[in-house]
């Protein structure tokens, strides 16, 4: 699958502010995940968005997607301390053989201030 | 909620040596996936394993490499002789349906190869 591309590279706020990242794509997808990494530790799955959908909504987390831009971004509503971590994003093409693969780009190093 | 797990969580072992990492996916699921991350870098593909075989594998899984799924649980990663330069956190993956279902990581374990 292809490499997302998450901007900014890094991003800090204060608490209780919203945050958003974003992430732009190259090539057609069936879906993109969003993941969080705090940091040394495993991926968390957020969000996963199918190519139909245009926004979901999951807890203080919404995300958007828009195919015609190839970009999707994620929005954190009211952000807490806890939040500070990695933020990734993995468009997942379907090929006809095979698993696939989710490639993980350089993330969204988000910082919440308190 | 089910959860991925992995063991150990840490090792440490001489350059040389024999590793095998163990993880147990959630039950349900049919596909298996490893990755790596070298301290600072991004999170890397190593193979992917679906009916007993490897679906896709990428360079870095050379023939010092192999996965097994031993019984119905386990899934493990044997590094034959380990190199300084594959301390790194390696991940377990699952999922229930190739690229269309959200991978569920474990929570990693970190080699140091010394």
């Known amino acids: 699958s292809q490499q997302g591309e998450e901007d900014p590279q890094a991003l800090s706020i204060q608490e209780g502010e919203n945050a958003t990242m974003n992430c732009s794509y190259k090539t057609s997808i069936n879906n993109l995940q969003w993941y969080r990494q705090n940091s040394g530790r495993g991926l968390v799955h957020l969000i996963l968005?199918?190519?139909?959908?245009r926004e979901k909504h999951s807890g203080r987390l919404r995300v958007t997607l828009d195919t015609s831009k190839k970009s999707s971004s994620l929005l954190i509503t009211a952000s807490r301390a806890a939040d500070t971590a990695s933020y990734f994003c993995?468009?997942?093409?379907?090929?006809?053989?095979?698993?696939?693969?989710?490639?993980f780009g350089t993330g969204t190093r988000l910082t919440i201030i308190p | 909620e089910p959860e991925v797990t992995q063991t150990p969580s840490h090792q440490v072992t001489q350059m040389g040596q024999e590793v095998i990492l163990r993880c147990v996916p959630i039950s349900n699921h049919l596909y298996f996936y490893w990755y790596r991350q070298i301290l600072g870098q991004k999170v890397e593909f190593l193979v992917s394993?679906?009916?007993?075989?490897?679906?896709?594998k990428s360079e870095i899984f050379d023939d010092q490499f192999s996965v097994e799924r031993p019984d119905g649980s386990n899934f493990t990663l044997k590094i034959r002789s380990t190199k300084l330069e594959d301390s790194a956190m390696y991940f377990c993956?699952?999922?229930?349906?190739?690229?269309?279902?959200?991978?569920?990581f474990g929570p990693g374990t970190r080699l140091l190869v010394l």
């Open positions: 394993f679906y009916n007993n075989e490897i679906s896709e």
């Open positions: 993956a699952s999922n229930r349906d190739r690229g269309r279902e959200t991978q569920y």
């Open positions: 968005i199918r190519s139909n959908e």
């Open positions: 993995a468009p997942v093409d379907i090929s006809n053989f095979g698993n696939e693969k989710l490639t």
